[in-house]
Nanobody
């Protein structure tokens, strides 16, 4: 059974940066498309960013485009989310997700079979 472990969350001020990490114990990590989702207080979980198996293709929610960058290193079984110019509305629990399914709807939670436990990001104004 695969496992994803996120780290790097914390309390920051608006305008600051954070880098989230997700380490996967998945066999042949390069077979998995990965993504970051988040769930803010009182909100549903939403797609933030996704990256292809090779790392050559990325997708972003409009709300984070230009501020967040997703990347991965298949040799390290790791995916990162670099978050710059953070805003209070970015406050949420951030989850890493992965899928090896051939049928992928990138921003859909149902696409992803493996999930981490989440890491809290709080942005103070």
């Amino acid at each position: 059974q695969g496992q994803l472990v996120e780290s790097g969350g914390g309390l920051v001020q608006a305008g600051d940066s954070l880098r989230l990490s997700c380490v996967a114990s998945l066999r042949t990590f390069s077979n998995y498309r990965t993504a970051w989702f988040r769930q803010g207080p009182g909100k549903e979980r939403e797609f933030v960013a996704g990256i292809s198996r090779s790392g050559g293709g990325t997708d972003y929610a409009d709300s984070v485009k230009g501020r967040f960058t997703i990347s991965r290193d298949n040799g390290k079984n790791t995916v990162w989310l670099q978050m710059d110019t953070l805003k209070p509305e970015d406050t949420a629990v951030y989850y890493c997700a992965a899928t090896d399914s051939a049928m992928v709807i990138i921003p859909s939670e149902r696409t992803y079979q493996y999930w981490g436990q989440g890491t809290q990001v709080t942005v103070a104004s």
